[in-house]
C-alpha cells in the first residue's frame, strides 16, 4: 500500500519560517506522484492537536502514513 503523508505546517513557528520553507518546496511535493495532505496552522497548538488526532486514530500495527512537520523545534518535538 502506498504510503499518504500529512504535512502538518506551523505557520507561525520561527517569525513565521514554517510557512517560508512550506512555500519553498510546496511545489515540489505537491508535483510528486504521491498521496498528500496539507493541514496548516490557524491558531496556536493547532500543529499538535492535527498530530495528536492524526497519531490516535493510527492502528497498533504497521501504517502507510507519514507525518511531516514543518515549523521550528516546537513544532517537531
Known amino acids: 500500500m502506498r504510503p ?3 504535512a ?15 512555500h519553498k518546496i510546496q511545489d515540489y511535493i505537491i508535483g510528486l506522484d504521491i498521496r498528500l495532505s496539507v493541514l496548516i496552522s490557524s491558531y496556536p ?5 492535527y498530530a495528536y ?7 497498533d500495527k504497521k501504517s ?14
Open 8 to 22: 502538518i505546517i506551523n505557520q507561525h513557528a520561527g517569525n513565521y519560517r514554517g510557512r517560508e520553507i512550506w
Open 4 to 6: 499518504h503523508f500529512y
Open 45 to 49: 497548538g493547532a500543529p499538535r492537536d
Open 64 to 77: 502507510n502514513i507519514v507525518i511531516l512537520a514543518f515549523g521550528g523545534d516546537g513544532t517537531l518535538h
Open 53 to 59: 488526532d492524526l497519531a490516535s486514530d493510527l492502528p
